[in-house]
């Protein structure tokens, strides 16, 4: 009977896991739903707009030496906005100053459309930098 549940929870967690990327994503206070069309950066694409987050990073205040990485998320808003600012990686320090970085850029972004309707969107951007 134990080996019977466990293959049935084993054969259900694909399809449950296919699912839950079709509903609606919880985001913090809010929903930020699938898209038609994903947000646009400010003027000048990606790139340009993770440039200008790093050179407002102060190098000086990151502790940890070496090669470090994040990944910064935050929900770009109908307005273009952005809010729920997170990062995740091994540096505290470095985490902050991205933080700090994109709180700076005030860059309206054009928002995410589905049915021709702008909508919130979780969006993700790499950083890595060797102090």
């Keep these: ?53 790093c050179r407002n ?6 502790i940890e030496k070496g090669k470090m990485f994040c990944i910064a998320s935050f929900v770009v808003e109908k307005d273009g906005s952005i809010s729920n600012i997170k990062t995740e990686g091994v540096s505290p320090s470095f985490n902050q100053e991205v933080m700090k970085a994109i709180k700076q850029t005030k860059e309206k972004w054009i928002p995410a459309t589905s049915n021709g309707t702008n909508i919130r969107r979780q969006f993700y951007i790499p950083f890595s930098i060797k102090n």
């Design 57 to 62: 990073i102060s190098h000086d205040r990151i």
């Design 1 to 53: 009977m134990r080996q019977l549940l466990l293959l049935i929870l084993f054969l259900s967690t694909p399809i449950y896991g296919q699912q839950a990327a079709d509903t609606i994503q919880k985001g913090i206070n809010s929903n930020t739903y699938k898209a038609e069309t994903p947000p646009i950066p400010p003027e000048g694409g990606i790139e340009v707009y993770k440039e200008k987050i």
